[in-house]
């Protein structure tokens, strides 16, 4: 079972990613969320994920998402800190893609092979929640709720994994912008028989992100330079 989160448009990254997957015969996805935001092709990234087997919680973007479309002033907001690219999908995006996107759940308790699933974007009892990995221990046992096996978190673009009284607790970074300095589109791959989880990095060509970022977002160099940071 494939690990993934934080695509934020980027469909460049997701193709690496899914290529992957395929190629290690991942039968089903786990996404902790945030589809879109910060890059351009929310659109794409809903459409690439279409004939996969596939669950997915609401993160901090699609709240936004949501917030924005409500209301023009929120949105002029998140555009002047994220970019365009919530505005692109309100340009792009069907009636019935952003119902989906707005009714996510969070968190999601997920079974498989006797694998108890807990899948999250921020924290289990708080979407936007930060959990970094050199997060306190109070806060990683927090997360390790001895109700779950493993607890898949996302947020903060930067991969970890920790074991805490017996619940695997795992951030598989981020597939569209990682913030690790270490390029490529990140995921994990968990083994529900055994809950060994292994984590990967895609090599893919950011190049014409970050020139459509340039040309799209010149007063936001975020978004281009930390594609390539090492």
Avoid at 87 to 111: D, G, I, S, Y
Wanted: proline letters at 6%; a negative charge; aromatic letters at 10%.
């Amino acid at each position: 079972m494939a690990l993934l989160g934080d695509i934020h448009g980027n469909h460049f990254a997701l193709r690496a990613v899914l290529s992957a997957a395929t190629r290690h015969g991942v039968e089903r996805l786990l996404i902790t969320g945030d589809l879109v935001g910060y890059y351009f092709w929310a659109k794409e990234v809903l459409e690439m994920l279409q004939p996969w087997d596939f669950v997915v919680v609401r993160g901090n973007h699609e709240q936004m998402l949501a917030e924005a479309r409500a209301e023009p002033q929120h949105l002029r907001d998140v555009e002047a800190k994220y970019g365009s690219g919530l505005r692109v999908a309100l340009e792009t995006l069907t009636a019935a893609q952003f119902h989906w996107l707005e009714n996510l759940p969070h968190p999601l308790e997920v079974k498989v092979d006797g694998c108890r699933i807990l899948l999250c974007h921020g924290s289990p009892w708080d979407l936007d929640q930060y959990v970094y990995p050199d997060a306190d221990h109070a806060l990683l046992a927090r997360c390790a709720d001895p109700a779950h096996d493993v607890v898949v978190l996302g947020h903060t673009h930067y991969p970890f994994q920790r074991m805490i009284d017996g619940t695997v607790v795992i951030n598989p970074g981020s597939v569209g912008q990682p913030r690790d300095r270490m390029p490529g589109a990140h995921w994990a791959l968990l083994d529900t028989r055994t809950r060994e989880v292994g984590h990967w990095i895609e090599a893919y060509d950011a190049g014409p992100v970050m020139a459509y970022a340039q040309l799209k977002q010149p007063n936001l160099p975020y978004l281009w330079e930390v594609l390539r940071r090492k």
